[in-house]
């Protein structure tokens, strides 16, 4: 089983910053791709941004475009998300999400963004 370790959530005011990282159990050669999702009370979870192990290509929600970025470090076996300028409809659970090379997909526990004045 894959393990996937989040950290960095937490509470921060509009147009502040904020840096989650997910570690996966597993070397970026079993990696196909990793990425975030976000899921807000009473909404369906929903893509955030993801990057490919084998080009580091990536795409992201339009509602992010141009405040988060995705980066991974391969020799850790970690994926980032920073988030900048941050909005209060970016409140919500952030779920990291891992694509195996077996076709397994896996969730992190999820940690909870905050934005709030």
């Known amino acids: 089983q894959v393990q996937l370790v989040e950290s960095g959530g937490g509470l921060v005011q509009p147009g502040g910053s904020l840096r989650l990282s997910c570690a996966a159990s597993?070397?970026?050669?079993?990696?196909?791709?990793m990425g975030w999702y976000r899921q807000a009370p009473e909404k369906q979870r929903e893509l955030v941004a993801t990057?490919?192990?084998?080009?580091?290509?990536?795409n992201y929600a339009d509602a992010v475009k141009g405040r988060f970025t995705i980066s991974r470090d391969n020799a850790k076996n970690t994926v980032y998300l920073q988030m900048n300028s941050l909005k209060p409809e970016d409140t919500a659970v952030y779920y990291c999400?891992?694509?195996?090379?077996?076709?397994?997909?896996?969730w992190g526990q999820g940690t909870q963004v905050t934005v709030s004045s």
């Open positions: 999400n891992l694509r195996a090379t077996w076709a397994q997909e896996y």
């Open positions: 990057i490919v192990s084998s080009d580091s290509s990536t």
């Open positions: 597993v070397n970026f050669f079993n990696i196909v791709t």
